[in-house]
């Protein structure tokens, strides 16, 4: 069941023009990190949504068909958004995104196609198996977004960094808490089991410290302020103790809860404040002005 308004899509743009590289004041590498989302997000998340709308015909519920409709066309204006920062933000600032991106390109747009052996009768025969993996998949990555989604709505100790940057990240966030059931619910509905939940976490945390920690070498390397320090996760655990990033012992806490057997994302974030938020958002406030004039 829906836990709110229908999902909608909020037509939000970003002007990075006076957005300096390090957005977090003197904080290159807690810039760099989040910066990281520019690079892995608008692959994932347009991967997410041509794995949905392979899964949208197997959903028989109509709400949830609502649901994942509504998620798609979320996650497709968060690809665009993020997608919009890498030219006038990064390339302006002299970071070239393009060997990270080539790479993560590769593992969405072929690895994990819909037939990443060639079309052929066993890939063939594989479909709704391989379709519920990569919904599995999505589920537990999404425990991810609305986990460090709630983080970025609610900490105060970023109310200081570039507003346009911020407003960014936490438009992203508020959505995420806003979707937070609609993978875990359509990985269920599918045919999702709690084993299945398990091993998806497993490869989801593995798969994400890849990506963040590949991509955050790709653009320390580049930037004069930053010398790449091996040992992402510890750059990740001291940054945390600031408050500069979630901290790692509550993401650990959360990847535990999603091992529960009575986990439901419904009780991951504050609805309320990620709709507050959304309401106040400087892009998401443009954005609805935009399309109230057009109406
Ligand atoms: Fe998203
Ligand atoms: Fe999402």
Partial sequence: M?????????????DFADTPLHWVPNEPEASHIMNSLHLILPAEEFWFCRVYNKAL?????????????????????????????????????????????????????????????GDNAISRALQPWWLRQRVGLIAAMEHFTCVLGDWIITTRSLDHADPVMLDLLRWHGAEEVEHRSVAHDLHMHIGGSLPMRWVFMLIATAALIFLFSSSVKS??????????????????????????????????RSVLRYFNPSYHPRTEGDIRVAMDYLAHSPAAQRAAQEKAATA
């Fill in 2 to 14: 829906s836990e709110q308004q229908p999902l909608q899509q909020r037509k939000v743009r970003f």
């Fill in 219 to 252: 653009m320390m390397r580049q930037d004069p302020a930053t010398r790449y320090r091996p040992g992402f996760l510890k750059l990740w655990y001291h940054l945390g103790q600031r408050g500069l990033l979630p901290r790692m012992g509550d993401i650990g």
């Fill in 57 to 117: 015909p197997l959903v028989t519920d109509p709400q949830l068909r609502e649901d994942v409709q509504g998620f798609v066309k979320q996650e497709a204006q968060h690809a665009r958004a993020h997608d919009s920062a890498l030219t006038p933000y990064l390339l302006r600032h002299g970071i070239d995104p393009t060997p990270f991106t080539q790479r993560i390109h590769w593992l969405f747009d072929k690895l994990l196609c819909d037939y990443p052996l």
